[in-house]
């Protein structure tokens, strides 16, 4: 994980961020906010939804964000947790880093990023994980097996929909084992190839803020600088990170600490697309809505979620696939019945076709952009069909 410190602002419990118009917003969807209530009392977590009205100013939410990490200072210390016993052995196959469908928040006194799967294939055993630090985001990819659990890449701004799992580019290179087993005191392995990996304490119950864990896994990795402590709990994951240092005279120490988390949840964050207009000023304008997005999620079924919460599409429309070919063209094939869909939008067809050509334009940053049913060329009932069914985002579109 990240030791620098960085400095956000806090909204609500989970990463909330306001003020530059590209980071991200993060919240739970609709959906999944009422089987989350159904799992509060027995799950202990807590979900705040984000101020849509009179949000707190910057100065308020800096203080927020001061009185949130400065209560949590310390707080992680073994010395007052439940040890198991010593000759207990813990399943490796409890304690994945993260888990399909969980979104974690991680804290320090300066600092949060927020993390989520995007792709896990069980059969494989690998997966890929986002972390949303700011405006910026890192990809990792993990493999498993019944022996260890392994860090195998991280890249920096990778695409949403872009699967690292699947283009090879895992290299023996760089990678780090997180966990092996035996998962029990004492067990030592190669972390990198030169620093070595212990476990150090097995815990019987763990409390950090608000949130308790059962069966904590605390290893420690002895770097020529500090001493990585790392915290994990059965079907949780990755809790807690320390770097401890020590000289003569003094010791300090950074970390980052879970501080929420919510399992079968989305991610929705904030995703600008072309909204039609009313006036008669501009055919269209750039608005920020939320993008929800689910650990193995597709591209065409986001955009289908997105389109419909627009009403751009009803509810019986599929966008069976979203591409791009060689040559820079980008297509988007929906189900029968959809231009009779665009048509019942109050822009129509003439509103939501350039506005799905320019939202699909901009985020897989092309130029042309084809509309097809079931791999047929999309004829509209009023337009002009464009030459080989390819539509020109056209920049005339949107309000200056």
């Not at 665009?342 to 509103?351: D, R, V």
């Not at 999309?378 to 920049?395: I, R, S």
């Amino acid at each position: 994980m990240m030791k620098s410190s960085i400095k956000w602002l806090l909204i609500s419990l989970f990463i909330l961020l306001s003020g530059c118009s590209s980071e991200p917003m993060i919240k739970l969807s609709e959906e999944n906010q009422a089987k989350l209530e159904e799992k509060r009392q027995q799950s202990q977590v807590r979900v705040d939804e984000p101020h849509t009205e009179a949000s707190p100013s910057q100065s308020q939410q800096e203080e927020t964000v001061a009185d949130v990490n400065q209560s949590m200072a310390s707080t992680i210390d073994p010395s007052s947790w439940t040890r198991l016993p010593d000759e207990t052995v813990l399943d490796l196959s409890n304690f994945l880093p993260f888990y399909p469908y969980q979104l974690k928040q991680f804290n320090n006194v300066t600092g949060m990023y927020t993390t989520y799967v995007d792709y896990f294939d069980e059969a494989n055993r690998v997966m890929q994980v986002r972390e949303i630090v700011g405006a910026d985001t890192f990809v990792s990819a993990y493999r498993w097996d019944e022996t260890q659990i392994q860090m195998t890449l991280r890249q920096e701004n990778i695409a949403l929909f872009e699967n690292m799992l699947e283009t090879g580019q895992q290299t023996a290179d760089n990678v780090m084992t997180l966990l092996s087993a035996p998962l029990t005191v004492g067990t030592t392995w190669s972390y990198d190839g030169t620093h070595q990996s212990e476990i150090l304490g097995l815990y019987e119950e763990v409390t950090l803020g608000e949130l308790t864990f059962t069966q904590v896994i605390e290893t420690s990795t002895q770097f020529e600088d500090y001493d990585l402590r790392q915290y994990y709990a059965a079907e949780d994951g990755l809790i807690g990170t320390r770097y401890v240092t020590s000289t003569e005279a003094t010791e300090a120490e950074d970390f980052w600490q879970i501080t929420s988390k919510a399992h079968q949840v989305m991610m929705i964050v904030n995703q600008s697309i072309a909204q039609p207009q009313t006036d008669e000023n501009s055919l269209l304008a750039l608005e920020k809505v939320s993008f929800a997005f689910q650990t193995n999620d597709t591209m065409a079924r986001a955009f289908q979620r997105l389109f419909t919460e627009q009403g751009w599409i009803t509810d019986d429309i599929v966008i069976n696939s979203i591409s791009v070919d060689e040559t820079g063209i980008a297509t988007i094939d929906f189900s029968s019945g959809v231009v009779s869909a665009f048509n019942q939008h109050h822009s129509k067809e003439a509103g939501v076709i350039p506005a799905i050509v320019t939202t699909i334009g901009q985020f897989l940053d092309v130029t042309q952009v084809r509309l097809t049913v079931n791999n047929n060329g999309l004829l509209p009932d009023t337009l002009p069909y464009p030459p080989k069914g390819v539509y020109e985002v056209d920049a005339s579109w949107l309000a200056n």
